[in-house]
């Protein structure tokens, strides 16, 4: 079974950045794909980003499109998310997930793995 362990969220002021990091352990060769999702208060929990485990191919969705990076490490088992010009509608619960197919999902049932989140809080 992988692990993932989500890190670096934390306070910021809107226009700052963040980058949070998702630490995979286990059977990691079984992973096709990761994601990004994050739920505000009150909110259905939504996709943000998804990256192939081989880091070659990336999607976003358009809210933050332009504002936030993916990227995967393979040596290190990592994936991250750099997030820049963050406004206070970024603020969040951030997930990471990963499936075990190749193909980039944005339905959070597509996913096999999920770590328990990181806050991410942008205050204006």
């Known amino acids: 079974q992988v692990q993932l362990v989500e890190s670096g969220g934390g306070s910021v002021q809107a226009g700052g950045s963040l980058r949070l990091s998702c630490a995979a352990s286990?059977?990691?060769?079984?992973?096709?794909?990761m994601g990004w999702f994050r739920q505000a208060p009150g909110k259905e929990r939504e996709f943000v980003a998804a990256?192939?485990?081989?880091?070659?191919?990336?999607y976003y969705a358009d809210s933050v499109k332009g504002r936030f990076t993916i990227s995967c490490d393979n040596a290190k088992d990592t994936m991250y998310l750099q997030m820049y010009s963050l406004k206070p509608e970024d603020a969040a619960v951030y997930y990471c997930?990963?499936?075990?197919?190749?193909?980039?999902?944005?339905?959070?049932?597509?996913?096999?793995?999920w770590g328990r989140g990181t806050q991410v809080t942008v205050s204006s």
């Open positions: 997930a990963g499936r075990r197919g190749i193909g980039l999902r944005t339905e959070e049932n597509d996913y096999d793995y």
């Open positions: 286990g059977p990691t060769s079984s992973l096709g794909a």
């Open positions: 990256i192939r485990w081989s880091g070659t191919r990336e």
